[in-house]
């Protein structure tokens, strides 16, 4: 399984940014994919990520109402589009595969808000 990020970039407070990924190397349709982050000194944390079954979402309480994770209709790519940023969103965001109990990262990409 490969996950292919692209992305983030540098944002003042109140900007947006998207990120997306691309996930290959599988074959089921059964699986959910999403986005973590890490910043500095952190733990990873789960921000949000989508259901492939039957496309139910998930959201931190921290970024609900200001970013949107979709999928490109029966795809394997998705998108998170962060609104209203924060400089507490400032963090590595990695994208995540969970199939069974299998596990898979990509590579991370840097978001940072500041003024």
């Known amino acids: 399984v490969q996950l292919q990020a692209s992305g983030g970039g540098s944002v003042q407070p109140g900007g947006s940014l998207s990120l997306s990924c691309a996930a290959s190397?599988?074959?089921?349709?059964?699986?959910?994919i999403g986005w973590f982050r890490q910043a500095p000194g952190k733990e990873r944390k789960g921000v949000s990520c989508i259901s492939s079954s039957d496309g139910s979402t998930y959201y931190d309480d921290s970024v609900k109402g200001r970013f949107t994770i979709s999928r490109d209709g029966g795809g394997n790519t998705i998108y998170l589009q962060m609104n209203s940023l924060k400089s507490e969103d400032t963090a590595v965001y990695y994208c995540n595969l969970r199939w069974g109990s299998a596990v898979y990262w990509g590579q991370g990409t840097q978001v940072t808000v500041s003024s």
């Open positions: 190397g599988f074959t089921t349709d059964n699986y959910a």
